[in-house]
């Protein structure tokens, strides 16, 4: 099998993109050439007074019908070509395009008048082509041999030694006027253009794909370095939770009165200095996900039913509901149970954030409902509460790493601001989307609330559909 991509290219998915891409795009112009050279027969019979005899009309017709057949079987067949170097393959494929094309090309120009036929200049358009795709050696050689059979089929019509088919009614005088020192001429005029087309075109396009090379052992080195600053950052922010979760358990002691009793006030004072502890290593986690999030590659997919994992947050999370007097209502208001393929810690992840965000800045009797539902091909899980609600100019702006709104209490309600980025991020890596509203579908004029919609699509597979659920926890 003949060599045709550079080393690199082995494993470049976009490179293999571009090539079907352009192998398509030339079965695309190739039914536009078919039209034009029926259109040339047609207009050049009956407008422009050219008379073809019957074995030009013959050959112009047979080869307009065999470019047509070709091209619709590369069409039809393209697409069970791969890009296994080694293999016959997508640039295997743009190689035998070119030769059917050149052989066409050739015997088209043989039929319109060889040295004398207005087609010839679509040599030079086939080696542009043939010079953006194909390695260089192997474009020098194709041309060296188009020219060299071009020159003989010159040479031998000049010499009488073939059949010579002329267009009658083109040219001024007749063709055969002209010496052997023009042909020589024109000949070597031929050569050099389609030598200089080759040079300059391959020469483009080996510096374009070096190029692209380069960028992409930058974008590895980028992404190498990426890997390593994630590492950094975990080692670094993990060892600043060690020194925050010991003065938390010696807060601890206090609280739980080792140490003896304390009065009210000093009580009072260790409970915010616990509380800001606890935010703290909030805070850390919140980074610790994310640098987990950046260095993940979602290799742990499977089928998931969620209501599983809604049910296990809703009972993750009813201890702090009920420390702070609020509802949380579960409703599965689908018809049939679809499934999600998913990495269930990061999917749970995203979706426990957002349950914790609902009880975190809602009021004291207030509720969280999350609702879950489909939507054409894909499962929505709607979280809401009637808490203090978002501005409605910054909606979008909470997705933001480090951007918290700006009705939200500083001293009292203390967050990282990185909770709904790590949400987006785990959810687009899903294929998936999260959309929010304020005020929420339960919200009222004092409580505005906000509705969180998760989206992400579901399997065509569906499970039997199981009694529909509606769990009440009250708190």
Excluded: C
Excluded at 120 to 145: D, K
Excluded at 200 to 209: D, E, H, K, Q
Excluded at 283 to 291: E, G, P
Excluded at 316 to 339: F, G, P
């Amino acid at each position: 099998m003949i060599t045709l991509v550079p080393a690199w290219a082995h494993h470049y998915d976009e490179f293999w993109a571009a090539i079907r891409r352009r192998n398509l795009w030339f079965i695309k112009l190739r039914y536009f050439a078919v039209i034009s050279l029926l259109a040339f027969l047609l207009i050049g019979q009956y407008l422009l007074d050219f008379q073809f005899s019957e074995t030009q009309l013959t050959a112009i017709l047979i080869i307009d019908f065999s470019i047509l057949l070709y091209n619709l079987i590369i069409h039809r067949t393209r697409k069970y070509i791969g890009i296994t170097p080694g293999q016959f393959n997508a640039m295997h494929l743009s190689l035998a395009q070119m030769f059917l094309d050149l052989a066409s090309l050739i015997i088209l120009v043989y039929f319109t008048g060889t040295i004398y036929s207005p087609l010839y200049m679509f040599f030079i358009f086939q080696f542009v082509i043939g010079s953006l795709i194909l390695l260089g050696y192997l474009v020098y050689t194709v041309a060296v041999i188009l020219i060299l059979l071009y020159s003989a089929l010159v040479i031998l019509q000049h010499y009488s030694l073939i059949e010579s088919h002329y267009i009658s009614g083109l040219y001024i005088t007749h063709p055969e006027t002209h010496n052997l020192t023009y042909v020589i001429l024109y000949l070597i005029v031929f050569s050099a253009m389609m030598l200089v087309t080759v040079y300059l075109t391959n020469t483009i396009a080996r510096r374009l794909y070096k190029r692209e090379q380069q960028l992409r052992e930058t974008l590895n080195q980028l992404n190498e370095a990426e890997m390593q600053k994630q590492k950094y950052i975990m080692g670094v922010v993990h060892e600043i939770k060690t020194p925050i979760a010991a003065v938390q358990s010696f807060l601890d002691l206090i609280l739980q009165n080792f140490l003896g009793p304390v009065s009210e006030q000093v009580e009072d004072k260790v409970k915010k200095a616990r509380r800001r502890t606890e935010e703290s290593i909030e805070m850390i986690n919140d980074i610790l996900r994310i640098s987990k999030l950046k260095m993940l590659n979602l290799t742990d997919m499977e089928e998931l039913d969620i209501t599983e994992s809604i049910q296990s947050i809703i009972d993750k999370v009813s201890e702090n509901a009920l420390s702070r007097k609020i509802s949380i209502k579960y409703n599965d208001n689908r018809e049939t149970n679809n499934l999600i393929k998913a990495d269930k810690v990061l999917i749970e992840l995203a979706i426990s954030n957002i349950v914790n965000n609902a009880i975190k800045y809602n009021t004291e009797n207030g509720i969280v409902e999350i609702s879950l539902y489909n939507k054409d091909k894909e499962l929505v899980i709607e979280i809401s509460d009637n808490g203090i609600g978002i501005p409605k100019n910054e909606q979008q702006s909470v997705f933001l790493q480090f951007y918290r709104a700006s009705n939200i209490k500083r001293g009292k309600l203390e967050g990282s601001g990185l909770g709904l980025s790590l949400v987006k991020e785990i959810l687009e890596r899903h294929k998936g989307r999260v959309e929010v509203d304020s005020p929420s579908i339960i919200g009222t004029a004092d409580r505005p609330g906000t509705s969180f919609r998760i989206i992400l699509p579901s399997t065509e597979k569906r499970a039997r559909r199981r009694r529909k659920i509606k769990i009440i926890s009250e708190i």
